[in-house]
């Protein structure tokens, strides 16, 4: 699984003010150029900033609606946002120690498996009728358990008209499960197969490789189950899985929609009655720190016609004061294709179709990282730009337009993810999961637009450093290998994750 970053959760969003979306539209527009009619565009990588962008120093004040927040005797944390426009509700639990970062060694996958087949029978109904009722009902139902997440994660979505009907189908998934074993053989047989296809792919072995780089022993790094661990999940194993983590005490749910939140508390009450709560709670497993020298991998695929790259190193964790700083500096870094890393090795070099860097920020410190698929012709030249790209952050203050640039459009973006109820319900999850102030996101604009260029250096100096990097290559060996030496000793992987024996490699390498 390829994580994705951004600053927030995923999600949709809630409708906002229009004093709000004005203020976003403007914002987002105030940094282009002007285009008069019958004017040739202007390509961004030829924009010369003048520090003059016609700046507003009104900072974007919003105050997000608050969730009406209870919780029940069984100790399960309730969210409930209302938004009675349109008849829809959207239902979001998280279960805290039931994602794959809990995962013992021998038995990786069982948290994903486990998720996977809550919609494969329960004690009332098997798949067939599970998928024809979800189907009946015009509902949505999904859950789902990452590599190296700390949560579980169950999504149901439908008409406010029969909410009671799919929901209650949705609880029955989650606290009823029956893990039948034939469900189980095909699905099992379903991941191997992926599990085989996902080794063919760069996409795969580089997320695999760098995530092994950056957080070593760190069980974040594992981002696959392996034949053999699947192999060892039975009906049994998921159901322990399930008895132990599925618990109401570690959970939060959020309900946002067309629903009452006076009337749904006595409901969710009988609803998860039978939910019983236990003593188990999750403990995170020690942080991971930095890497603090540079080391380069090359997973070798015969035959790629480009080279996957990337680059980076563990940051910060989510409540960590320096958060805005550098979510400012990684999107005029690389965040868009409005940043720098696009617009040198895409616009101005024709390296890639797209270069990005993105930050994760976790309950323990995450990866920053950049990355582009790039012909195999170009990788040292696509090397050399990203580090001179990193380098320059670190050594020249942004310039004040590009800065404010950047900040605006972040501050317009958020803004305009303030559309629909999911996307709220999502920050109001993500504020109570990390533990972050009530007034966090009412904040979180004024914070961005805070950020100096002197606190964009500051993070790019204390964050990003050359000398440490983490650098992962998975292309055509025989190629790209002495390319990779230029920048210090490789070790190489074959698509199986297995070291190489270095004298074989270098064997392969023309020349030597």
Do not use: C
Request: charge should be positive; glycine fraction near 6%.
């Amino acid at each position: 699984m390829q994580r994705t970053e951004h600053p927030l959760r995923t999600g949709r969003g809630w409708v906002a003010t229009a004093g709000i979306l004005l203020i976003a539209a403007t914002l987002a527009a105030q940094p282009q150029a002007a285009q008069q009619p019958g004017s040739k565009e202007v390509s961004a990588s030829k924009v010369e900033r003048k520090n003059r962008a016609p700046v507003s120093r009104e900072v974007l004040r919003v105050k997000l609606p608050r969730p009406v927040e209870f919780t029940l005797p069984n100790g399960l944390t309730v969210l409930v946002l209302e938004d009675h426009r349109f008849p829809l509700v959207y239902a979001w639990m998280e279960i805290v120690g039931a994602g794959g970062l809990y995962e013992p060694a021998e038995l990786r996958g069982v948290a994903q498996v486990t998720a996977s087949m809550l919609a494969q029978g329960t004690a009332k109904r098997n798949a067939q009728q599970i998928a024809q009722a979800i189907e009946e009902q015009g509902a949505s139902v999904n859950a789902s358990a990452g590599f190296g997440e700390e949560t579980a994660t169950l999504i149901a979505s439908g008409l406010s008209d029969n909410f009671e009907a799919w929901f209650a189908l949705a609880t029955e998934l989650l606290l009823q499960p029956s893990f039948p074993q034939d469900e189980l053989q095909k699905l099992l047989a379903r991941q191997k197969a992926s599990l085989r296809q996902a080794r063919t792919q760069p996409a795969f072995l580089v997320n695999e490789r760098f995530s092994q780089a950056v957080f070593g022993n760190h069980p974040a790094a594992v981002v696959s189950a392996t034949e053999e661990s699947l192999d060892k999940l039975t009906p049994e194993v998921l159901a322990n899985w399930h008895r132990q983590r599925y618990v109401p005490q570690n959970s939060i749910l959020g309900i946002a929609g067309d629903v009452r939140a006076s009337q749904l508390r006595a409901k969710l009450q009988q609803w998860f009655a039978g939910w019983k709560r236990t003593d188990w709670k999750p403990e995170l497993p020690p942080a991971p720190k930095p890497a603090t020298e540079k080391k380069i991998y090359l997973v070798d695929r015969p035959n790629s016609q480009q080279t996957t790259l990337w680059l980076g190193n563990l940051t910060i964790h989510r409540r960590d004061p320096d958060y805005p700083a550098l979510v400012v500096m990684n999107r005029i870094l690389g965040g868009g294709a409005a940043a720098r890393l696009f617009l040198n090795l895409r616009e101005e070099k024709s390296y890639t179709y797209g270069a990005y860097s993105t930050l994760q920020a976790l309950k323990f410190p995450g990866p920053w990282r950049a990355w582009a698929d790039v012909r195999t012709e170009v990788t040292e030249g696509a090397l050399t730009e990203f580090l001179h790209e990193i380098r320059r952050i670190r050594e020249e203050k942004v310039p004040e337009g590009e800065l404010t640039e950047a900040k605006n459009s972040m501050v317009a973006n958020f803004a305009l993810s303030l559309e629909q109820p999911q996307q709220l319900l999502s920050y109001a999850i993500t504020r109570k999961l990390y533990g972050l102030p009530a007034e966090y996101w009412d904040s979180y604009p004024a914070q961005l637009q805070a950020v100096t260029a002197d606190d964009v250096q500051r993070v790019a100096q204390k964050y990003l450093n050359p000398e440490a990097l983490q650098i992962v290559a998975v292309g055509e060996g025989s190629k790209i290998r002495s390319v990779l030496e230029k920048y210090g000793p490789v070790v190489v992987y074959d698509t199986e994750g297995k070291p190489v024996e270095q004298k074989a490699a270098r064997a392969a390498v023309p020349g030597r």
